[in-house]
């Protein structure tokens, strides 16, 4: 992997036409806490990816013992109210993330903690190794969450386990968070990297456009009202009839042929 960072790795992957950009959290001897320059790094990395034509998906991960242990805590304990107000303590680069296009595939392994968690409930959706360790401590450390996870966190796993994580500091582990619909799927740890970039390869074979406009009307399902959602939806599936690779996937399907699809 490259190391034209300093706390992240990244990597294109893949066999196909359109590859996989591979951006691993790499600041070890912290468990990946995220501090600013990571998270300048990581939303400098998301952003190239997500323009890069050759790109078709992007999968972020950590390391086998954390996806990241929350936001750094050497950076935030010297901060009183004024200086978090006036600095905005954290807050640049954060939701960078929210901002790609492309489908995100979170690869968990380990601790994904506070900011972690966070960060990893911000990808479009996540396979977990069986090592994962999900939840939200900053109770521990008097604070609350501060980057989504007391607004995303019950929109994924429901308002009383929700609440029992925020509250309690519990961490819950990837078969508990697979139940509960926090991630999507849960592997042996040894097979996390093969199985979360054989899910992107798979999507980077499809349609860009329909990625992303799935990506986009599953996050609108969170937003708004379910009839505005369907609404959008309507217009968007009209709209792709107006795609070569519509044509092209309805055409192979008849034909009985793998469609080639040309993302436009
Ligand atoms: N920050 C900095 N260093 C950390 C860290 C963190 N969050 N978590 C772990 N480390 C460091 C430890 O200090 C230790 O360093 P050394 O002592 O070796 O120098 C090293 O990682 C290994 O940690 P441990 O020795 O503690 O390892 P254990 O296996 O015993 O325990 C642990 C692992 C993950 C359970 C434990 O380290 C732990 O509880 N860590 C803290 C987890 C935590 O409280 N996370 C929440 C932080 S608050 C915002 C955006 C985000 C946020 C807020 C606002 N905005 C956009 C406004 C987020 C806030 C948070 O995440």
Redesign the pocket.
């Known amino acids: 992997m490259s190391n034209s960072y300093e706390c992240i790795l990244t990597e294109v992957v893949g066999t196909g036409e359109r590859k996989t950009g591979l951006i691993r959290l790499n600041r070890p001897?912290?468990?990946n806490?995220?501090n600013d320059m990571l998270m300048d790094e990581l939303g400098q990395a998301l952003l190239a990816f997500d323009a890069d034509e050759g790109i078709g998906c992007i999968v972020l991960t950590g390391s086998e013992?954390?996806f990241a242990?929350?936001?750094?805590?050497?950076t935030?304990a010297p901060h009183n109210f004024m200086s978090a107000f006036k600095s905005?303590?954290?807050?640049k680069n954060?939701?960078t993330i929210l901002r790609v296009r492309k489908p995100v595939i979170g690869a968990v392994a380990g601790?994904a903690?506070?900011?972690?968690c966070?960060l990893a409930m911000m990808c479009d959706f996540l396979i977990a190794a069986d090592s994962a360790k999900f939840g939200?401590?900053?109770i521990?450390?008097g604070?609350i969450?501060?980057?989504g996870g007391t607004q995303r966190l019950p929109r994924a796993v429901g308002k009383s386990k929700a609440m029992d994580m925020l509250l309690t500091a519990r961490m819950m582990d990837a078969t508990e968070a697979e139940r509960a619909g926090l991630v999507s799927r849960v592997v042996p740890a040894d097979q996390l990297m093969t199985e979360a970039l054989a899910a992107a390869e798979a999507i980077n074979g499809f349609s860009a456009p329909s990625t992303m406009l799935i990506k986009e009307l599953v996050n609108l399902s969170f937003q708004g009202a379910l009839s505005d959602g369907v609404a959008v939806e309507r217009r968007y599936f009209h709209a792709l009839f107006g795609s070569e690779d519509q044509r092209e996937g309805m055409g192979a399907f008849l034909e009985k042929r793998a469609p080639k699809f040309q993302h436009r």
């Open positions: 001897k912290q468990l806490a995220l013992r954390a242990a929350g936001a750094d805590i050497p935030m905005g303590l954290i807050s954060w939701e601790f903690l506070g900011g972690g966070e939200q401590p900053e521990k450390l604070i969450p501060g980057a």
